[in-house]
Each structure stands twice: as structure tokens, then as C-alpha cells.
């Protein structure tokens, strides 16, 4: 029983930690209201990983880049989160 109540609580520490997280992808608008591309949100939740800012505006620049018909390549140097992600 002891082990069941440690295993709950830390699974309810971990959703807690993951529910504060910053959504760095999750912009405020005028007006009050909130946009954000749903396609990160469904990446955090399908990997289990939290994007970080880089990611995110790589990712960005990169949706840019297709939308004007341009090809590009990127690099990250380490530290950036690239070896999880």
C-alpha cells in the first residue's frame, strides 16, 4: 500500500510539473485571447517531451520558409536540444 501511495504521488508530481510548464508556443493576442499551432501541443503530448523556445522558432522559420517557396537548412549547436527531440 505504502509503495502504491509513493508511485501515485510522484506521477501526481510529474503531471503537476508538466501542466506548469511553459507552452513557449502559446502566444497571447490582443483582445485577451490565446493562438498556438495545435501540431506542438500533439508533439509534447504523442513523445512526452517539452519544446524548447529554439525548437519552436526553428520550426517556425522553417514553416516560413516552405510557405514562400524557399528551401533552407538549419544548424544547432549543442546545448540547443536537439539529441531528445
Avoid: N
Avoid at 498556438?36 to 504523442?46: A, G, L, T
Avoid at 517531451?49 to 522559420?61: A, F, G, I, K
Amino acid at each position: 500500500r505504502a509503495a502504491r501511495r509513493a508511485g501515485l504521488l510522484e506521477k501526481c508530481s510529474l503531471l503537476c510539473s508538466s501542466l506548469a510548464s511553459k507552452r513557449i508556443y502559446i502566444k497571447g493576442e490582443e483582445g485577451g485571447g490565446y493562438a498556438f499551432d495545435p501540431r506542438f501541443m500533439v508533439f509534447e503530448f504523442v513523445t512526452g517531451y517539452l519544446l524548447r523556445p529554439r525548437q519552436v522558432e526553428m520550426v517556425e522559420e522553417f514553416l516560413g520558409t516552405i510557405q514562400g517557396g524557399r528551401s533552407a537548412v538549419k544548424q544547432m549547436i549543442m546545448g540547443q536540444g536537439k539529441t531528445t527531440v
